[in-house]
C-alpha cells in the first residue's frame, strides 16, 4: 500500500487534499446556542426601534385628532375651546374670546 504526502496526488501532481476537522458536525447544544443568541439580537434591534418611532415627534395625530370624525369643529367656541384646551391661548383669551363669542343677552 502507498502512502502520499498530504498534497501530493498519485499521480504524481499537487493538488489539494480534503482533510476533515470536525467530525460529527455542530451539536445540539451549539444550534440552541445560535438560535438564542438570534433571538436576543432580534429582540434587542424590535426594541431599539419601537423606542425610536415613540420618540418621534407625532405631528400627523395633533391634526387628525383635531380633525376628529366629522372633521374640524365649525362653531367659533368649539374652535376657542380647542385652541384652550390645546394650550394655545391661555385662560385670559378664552373668557374674552368666550364673552366675545356669546349671543348679547336677551334686552329684559
Do not use: C, K, N
Not at 49 to 60: K, Y
Amino acid at each position: 500500500m502507498d502512502t502520499y504526502p498530504p498534497f501530493r496526488q498519485p499521480g504524481g501532481g499537487f493538488g489539494f487534499v480534503p482533510i476533515e476537522l470536525h467530525h460529527g458536525g455542530p451539536g445540539a447544544l451549539a444550534w440552541a446556542t445560535f438560535a438564542l443568541v438570534l433571538l436576543l439580537v432580534l429582540t434587542v434591534g424590535v426594541l431599539l426601534v419601537a423606542r425610536t418611532a415613540a420618540r418621534r415627534p407625532r405631528r400627523w395625530m395633533r391634526q387628525v385628532a383635531f380633525a376628529g370624525p366629522g372633521g374640524p369643529p365649525r362653531d367659533p367656541l368649539d374652535v376657542l375651546r380647542w385652541r384652550y384646551a390645546r394650550g394655545e391661548i391661555g385662560r385670559d383669551e378664552f373668557v374674552q374670546g368666550v364673552s366675545d363669542l356669546a349671543p348679547p343677552p336677551p334686552p329684559g
